[in-house]
T-cell receptor, first 114, second 112 residues
Framework: DAGVTQSPTHLIKTRGQHVTLRCSPI?????VSWYQQVLGQGPQFIFQYYEKEERGRGNFPDRFSARQFPNYSSELNVNALLLGDSALYLC?????????????FGPGTRLTVL | QKEVEQNSGPLSVPEGAIASLNCTYSDRGSQSFFWYRQYSGKSPELIMF????GDKEDGRFTAQLNKASQYVSLLIRDSQPSDSATYLCAVNGGRGSYIPTFGRGTSLIVHP
């Protein structure tokens, strides 16, 4: 069975640009969450989407936005990129709405902002 | 603000020994606790989760939860060099919030 997939694997952007990251959850999973992980830190929660609706939002600026499609795949958009946005962006899927239960991470997208 | 604390390490143990990784959390109402393993340059991989006080065993791994003392630990028996990785603790469910909070991880090195 395919796990969580993310694209692209790596991305290099310059300050001020915008970026779109994509995620496909495990088949049958309706919950998708996005995390940012900077080097040396644990993942930090950005968003959760369940059944195409936002169910949770972390402490990130409005430059970050996301959406979920009818097939449960998801996009994370970041506008007006800053150097500090350089990080590994992780997508995680779960079969349940509540994040009290286990989540499964994709391979991540490594974003470098120059 | 929820906090999850882990010693960043590195924790170095010889092959075959027991590795003990610890995590403390600040939100007494937390309900679910997870351990992830993350190899360098890779994404986190779920190892174990625990909801109730006590021990939960899965192969060489044992998770221990003590809600009164607000700590959760992971024991790895018969440690192997392939266990060398960063171990992330994640905590969820406090104060009605279902946003998981991760610690910064403990680096484990198992040397032959």
């Amino acid at each position: 069975d395919a796990g969580v997939t993310q694209s692209p694997t790596h991305l290099i952007k310059t300050r001020g640009q915008h970026v779109t990251l994509r995620c496909s959850p495990i088949s049958g999973h309706k919950s998708v969450s996005w995390y940012q992980q900077v080097l040396g830190q644990g993942p930090q929660f950005i968003f959760q989407y369940y059944e195409k609706e936002e169910r949770g939002r972390g402490n990130f600026p409005d430059r970050f936005s996301a959406r979920q499609f009818p097939n449960y795949s998801s996009e994370l958009n970041v506008n007006a990129l800053l150097l500090g946005d350089s990080a590994l962006y992780l997508c995680a899927s779960s079969p349940k709405r509540e994040l009290l239960y286990e989540q499964f991470f994709g391979p991540g997208t490594r974003l470098t902002v120059l | 603000q929820k906090e999850v604390e882990q010693n960043s390490g590195p924790l170095s143990v010889p092959e075959g020994a027991i590795a003990s990784l610890n995590c403390t959390y600040s939100d007494r109402g937390s309900q679910s606790f997870f351990w992830y393993r993350q190899y360098s340059g890779k994404s986190p991989e779920l190892i174990m989760f625990i909801y109730s006080n006590g021990d939960k065993e899965d192969g060489r791994f044992t998770a221990q939860l003590n809600k009164a003392s607000q700590y959760v630990s992971l024991l790895i028996r018969d440690s192997q060099p392939s266990d060398s990785a960063t171990y992330l603790c994640a905590v969820n469910g406090g104060r009605g919030s279902y946003i998981p909070t991760f610690g910064r991880g403990t680096s484990l090195i198992v040397h032959p």
